[in-house]
T-cell receptor
């Protein structure tokens, strides 16, 4: 069964600190992996998309890594800001063409002043 | 910038009412999607459409129908709303070229009483 599991479920960090969110998946065939940021009461916004051949991708203070062999990904947030408080969702695309997406349940991050 | 808009941010309806949720995208995307998002469950696909008047069932289509009469507009219809359809509804669109990045609308929080 295609699944995406994220950890931790929730996380509280102090402003300015770094953090890493984890994503493990059992999705086949693999096409790409995405990280989305979702502010409370809003739609998800794409942070990064990585294909099989990419093992790291950055978007400002966000850096995603992908290990396609172990089927793991991480999202590292550097020098966190209050505006980073949101849910972060890992999504794996199961096939090309029509993009069958498998969603994780997200990690809820709270950055505290 | 891609823009996906949804007709309402918040809706309160009574059990048994017919409910229409509207979604409009301005990027000439072929593919449009309706998801619902519930705590602890992540996003689940209700229906998608890959062309005008074309539709496909997603993972949880029961109790829902859709309409796509124009390329830019995709409607989700709850024929007879029930309390278990209280949820956040998210519309998304994607093109057919490249990596098919999915763009989400802001969401409609529907409460059925």
């Amino acid at each position: 069964k295609n699944q995406v599991e994220q950890s931790p479920q929730s996380l509280i960090i102090l402003e300015g600190k770094n953090c890493t969110l984890q994503c493990n998946y059992t999705v086949s065939p693999f096409s790409n992996l995405r990280w989305y940021k979702q502010d409370t009461g809003r739609g998800p916004v794409s942070l990064t998309i990585m294909t099989f051949s990419e093992n790291t991708k950055s978007n400002g203070r966000y850096t995603a890594t992908l290990d396609a062999d172990t089927k793991q990904s991480s999202l590292h947030i550097t020098a966190s800001q209050l505006s980073d408080s949101a849910s972060y969702i890992c999504v794996v695309s199961a096939e090309r063409g029509f993009q069958k997406l498998v969603f994780g349940t997200g990690t809820r991050l709270l950055v505290s002043p | 910038d891609v823009k996906v808009t949804q007709s309402s941010r918040y809706l309160v309806k009574r059990t048994g009412e017919k409910v229409f949720l509207e979604c409009v995208q301005d990027m000439d995307h072929e593919n449009m999607f309706w998801y619902r998002q519930d705590p602890g469950l992540g996003l689940r696909l209700i229906y998608f459409s890959y062309d005008v008047k074309m539709k496909e069932k997603g993972d949880i289509p029961e109790g829902y129908s859709v309409s796509r009469e124009k390329k830019e507009r995709f409607s989700l219809i709850l024929e007879s709303a029930s309390t278990n359809q209280t949820s956040m509804y998210l519309c998304a669109s994607t093109g057919t070229s490249g990596i098919h990045e999915q763009y989400f609308g802001p969401g409609t929080r529907l409460t059925v009483t």
